[in-house]
């Protein structure tokens, strides 16, 4: 059967997970859940992602779900790939650029997509929006710093960088700036031209 992985092409979440995926070179099937249909709610796709949601990888049986797990488990499956680095200290820092692509952007951006592409303007939640135009400056001076010097996150490309830069390319459409982060304006096209950020 190989891998199965549960898609949504404009899915900044699933877009994580699946560049890594891409990136182990392994085939894999994609099927797409229709979000807007609301397919993810349905029973049959419930049971393999509880909280109905995407990404999910079903690897022969073996079924993950949320991103950063789905990084770490072909990050592991596959180590010809080289997702992570070799020494702890720098795998340390990986799992931590893994965790804040979560806890810093995700947990701003996410909330402000929803509002801007799930609901109409008048009954957008402003606060949201708001709280996140508040936040995101911070978190992208910070990666900024890190990316002083550095191609990638943590040196090489590796997981932390799939974690990361997908919900940046949606920042434009969410009214946050990010000219004037030059460093993150570079990492992202260095991602945008590497092929799993298509695939
Ligand atoms: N922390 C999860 C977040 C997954 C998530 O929120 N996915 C969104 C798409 S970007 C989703 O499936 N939403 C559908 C819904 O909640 O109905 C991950 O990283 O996998």
Not at 2 to 30: C, H, Q, W
Not at 60 to 84: C, H, T
Request: charged share 25%; net charge neutral; aromatic share 10%.
């Amino acid at each position: 059967m190989g891998m199965i992985f549960y898609d949504m092409e404009l899915s900044p979440n699933a877009k994580r997970a699946r560049i890594g995926v891409a990136e182990t070179g392994a085939p894999f099937e994609k099927r797409q859940v229709n979000l807007l249909a609301g397919e993810q709610k349905t029973e049959a796709y419930r049971r393999i992602h509880p909280l109905g949601r995407v990404p999910a990888l079903d690897d022969d049986g073996v079924v993950v779900w949320e991103s950063g797990a789905i990084l770490l488990y072909v990050a592991e499956k596959f180590p010809q790939a080289r997702l992570v680095p070799r020494t702890l200290a720098d795998r340390g820092h990986v799992y931590q650029w893994l965790t804040f692509g979560e806890t810093n952007i995700h947990a701003y951006m996410g909330p402000m997509g929803f509002q801007m592409l799930r609901k109409a303007p008048d009954k957008r939640d402003q606060s949201i929006l708001e709280r996140g135009r508040k936040r995101m400056p911070e978190v992208l001076a910070v990666l900024d710093r890190q990316l002083e010097g550095r191609d990638y996150l943590v040196g090489d490309f590796s997981i932390a960088d799939c974690a990361c830069a997908p919900w940046l390319e949606v920042a434009p459409s969410l009214e946050i700036d990010l000219t004037p982060y030059a460093n993150v304006s570079g990492w992202l096209a260095r991602m945008q031209a590497r092929p799993s950020w298509s695939a």
